[in-house]
Every structure is written in structure tokens, then in C-alpha cells.
């Protein structure tokens, strides 16, 4: 059974760099036909998709976030994070780290998230 748990901090200043980390158990990030996926959603609206890396250690941005964002892997510990900077109020969301089928596309296994606070 695979898991997925995100951590980091739950209070960031705007301006400010959020960094998230997500730990997986039961499965390797780095088995094919898999991506890993970075997921917010903000208070009283939907989801948004943030950013993937996959199985490679390619990793690719949501359009509107893209210039803030980096997403990176440590195969060795099985980990990947989520780097996103220059935060305002406006990033203030659940975020969630998902694991998604190339096959599928649809985001079979979830972490529970993780509140991220933007707030002087």
C-alpha cells in the first residue's frame, strides 16, 4: 500500500520561500509510469494543480505558478519537495502530495495535506 505524507512548515511569511516535502512509503518515486504531484487548494475553492515530477526526475509547473515554483527529488531518501517562493496571502491553502498513473491520469493515492499559512 502506498503512502504519501507531507510536511513542512505551517506558517510562512509573505515574501517568503514555502518549502514541502513529501515522504513515500510502500513504492518507489522512482518506478515508472508514475508522476508525483504537488496539488493546494485554497480556502473555499477547488483544487489546483501546482507541479509534477515524475519518474525520470522531469518535473513540470502549473502556467500561472511556474515562476515561482521548483520541484526537485531525493531518490535516496524518497522524498520530493515543492519549493515555492515569493508567497503572498494568496498561496495560503491545503496542499497535498498525490501519486498519479501515466496511465490513468487520475491520482490514486493521496496524502493527507498539509495547511500552509501565509501571514505576517
Known amino acids: 500500500q502506498v503512502q504519501l505524507q507531507e510536511s513542512g512548515p505551517g506558517l510562512v511569511k509573505p515574501s517568503q520561500t514555502l518549502s514541502l516535502t513529501c515522504t513515500v512509503s510502500?513504492?518507489?518515486?522512482?518506478?515508472?509510469?508514475?508522476?508525483w504531484n504537488w496539488i493546494r487548494q485554497p480556502p473555499g475553492k477547488g483544487l489546483e494543480w501546482v507541479g509534477a515530477?515524475?519518474?525520470?526526475?522531469?518535473?513540470t509547473y502549473s502556467p500561472s505558478l511556474k515562476s515561482r515554483t521548483s520541484i526537485s527529488r531525493d531518490t535516496s531518501k524518497n522524498q520530493f519537495s515543492l519549493q515555492l517562493s515569493s508567497v503572498t496571502p494568496e498561496d495560503t491553502a491545503v496542499y497535498y502530495c498525490?501519486?498519479?498513473?501515466?496511465?490513468?491520469?487520475?491520482?490514486?493515492?493521496w496524502g493527507p495535506g498539509t495547511q500552509v499559512i501565509v501571514s505576517s
Open positions: 515530477i515524475n519518474y525520470e526526475g522531469s518535473a
Open positions: 498525490t501519486r498519479e498513473s501515466t496511465d490513468s491520469r487520475v491520482s490514486e493515492y
Open positions: 510502500g513504492g518507489s518515486i522512482t518506478t515508472s509510469s508514475y508522476y
